[in-house]
């Protein structure tokens, strides 16, 4: 069990740019998350999948924001044209749970530092 | 919708010296709860978790937490702290039904103090 992974680590990109990062979660995980993280706060939910279906996405994740997760393992996140404001540390975590996932242990990863300028 | 206040952005303790951070919760429903801490430059790890059953709860790092559903409190405690636990420290709730998304607060910096 080497955790969660996400690559890259960091990002600085120009705005307009397109951005794409991946996590690789835990590998009997069959569920995943990604979050947003800005300075000063908490992490913000941005999308959930359960094996490769994407169960619930966050107001949060505009039309220029994807995530896929094609065979149910890793998962990608692009955003497309980006912007200042998505500049942020964007976080995957994964778990492990054949009941409502409200009670698994979510496991996360070091995050991607993105910076938008 | 649920949602999650952490009183205190900054607690400073000396080390040895015991601690409280505070998190209420708003929810007119069951709810779970969550601490989760963060160390520099790595991810989230939980600390411990609130169900169900009995409302005091240890989790790891001898920390413990008391759910008290009448004040809609969640406080993180050690009764005596180390260098090691400064980290920031995230308190967290979803709700108890079918699939709802995990509401973090906005964090509380542990500082302890030699």
């Known amino acids: 069990d080497t955790g969660v992974s996400q690559d890259p680590r960091h990002k600085i990109t120009k705005r307009g740019q397109n951005v794409t990062f991946r996590c690789d979660p835990i590998s009997e995980h069959n569920r995943l998350y990604w979050y947003r993280q800005t300075l000063g706060q908490g992490p913000e939910f941005l999308t959930y999948?359960?094996?490769?279906?994407?169960?619930?996405k966050s107001r949060l994740l505009s039309d220029r924001f994807s995530a896929e997760r094609p065979k149910g393992s890793f998962s990608t996140l692009e955003i497309q044209r980006t912007e200042q404001g998505d500049s942020a540390m964007y976080l995957c975590?994964?778990?492990?749970?054949?009941?409502?996932?409200?009670?698994?242990?979510?496991?996360f990863g070091p995050g991607t530092r993105l910076t938008v300028l | 919708a649920q949602s999650v206040t952490q009183l205190d952005s900054q607690v400073p303790v000396f080390e040895e010296a015991p601690v409280e951070l505070r998190c209420n919760y708003s929810s007119s429903v069951s709810v779970y709860l969550f601490w989760y801490v963060q160390y520099p430059n790595q991810g989230l790890q939980l600390l411990l978790k609130y169900l169900s059953g009995s409302t005091l709860v240890k989790g790891i790092n001898g920390f413990e937490a008391e759910f008290n559903k009448s004040q809609t409190s969640f406080h993180l405690r050690k009764p005596s702290v180390h260098i090691s636990d400064t980290a920031e420290y995230f308190c967290?709730?979803?709700?108890?039904?079918?699939?709802?998304?995990?509401?973090f607060g906005t964090g509380t910096k542990l500082q302890v103090i030699p």
């Open positions: 975590a994964s778990s492990w749970g054949l009941a409502g996932p409200n009670t698994d242990t979510q496991y």
């Open positions: 967290a709730v979803t709700l108890s039904g079918g699939y709802q998304k995990v509401t």
């Open positions: 999948f359960q094996n490769e279906a994407q169960l619930e």
